[in-house]
Structures are given as C-alpha cells and as structure tokens.
Nanobody
Framework: QVQLVESGGGLVQPGGSLRLSCEVSGIIFRLYSMDWYRQAPGKQRELVASISSSGLANYADSVKGRFTISRDNAKNSVYLQMNSLKVGDTAVYYC???????????????WGQGTLVTVSS
C-alpha cells in the first residue's frame, strides 16, 4: 500500500547543488521517520540522512555540512538538499521508510525506486 517516489536526480558538476524529493502515499506520513540512502557502483547501499517524525535530523559523516534533509508533512514529502557536491556523491539515491511499530502493530521497510545523481565535470 505504501509507495515512495523519488525525483530530482540528474547530472551536476562538482561543487554544484541538487534537490531530491520523495513523495509518499498510503500512510499517515507525519507519524513516520524517513531516510535517504544511496548506492554507488560496486559499493554497498549506505544511509545518508534520517529525519524523525518530529523533524530531528541525522547525517552520515561524509555529508555533514553539505546535505540537508527536511520534510513537509502537509505535502507528504521528504527532501534532500545536496550542496557542494563531490564526484564521490555519485550514486542512486533511495527514499526509505524504516520498519517499526505503530499502535502496537509492526510494519516493514518501504523503498522508493531510486533516482540517479551523477556528479561529473
């Protein structure tokens, strides 16, 4: 039932900026924490940023000071603002709703289809 749809990926030069969006449907969005992951070619998928239902954010060390995760509960959306992009940021970026419980009932992971970010000169 839950669906996550990413958008905003593309080609950008080193030092540039890009804003990713994830539109979420099928859940009461404001109740859930949300994540951004990324997976570069030949590498494991890694957690980039997380935001709690109350808006508290956490970041991987590699993106601290450059990336900002935010959410707009009225639009059922989570965003990733990426500044000062590096070649090493090149990856497919995925929106993620982590597993948890609500009203005493467990729920599993939910993933978007991914959007490709390529940082190259």
């Amino acid at each position: 039932q839950v669906q996550l749809v990413e958008s905003g990926g593309g080609l950008v030069q080193p030092g540039g900026s890009l804003r990713l969006s994830c539109e979420v449907s099928g859940i009461i969005f404001r109740l859930y924490s949300m994540d951004w992951y990324r997976q570069a070619p030949g590498k494991q998928r890694e957690l980039v940023a997380s935001i709690s239902s109350s808006g508290l954010a956490n970041y991987a060390d590699s993106v601290k000071g450059r990336f900002t995760i935010s959410r707009d509960n009225a639009k059922n959306s989570v965003y990733l603002q990426m500044n000062s992009l590096k070649v090493g940021d090149t990856a497919v970026y995925y929106c993620h709703r982590p597993m948890g419980t609500i009203r005493g009932s467990p729920f599993g992971d939910a993933w978007g289809q991914g959007t490709l970010v390529t940082v190259s000169s």
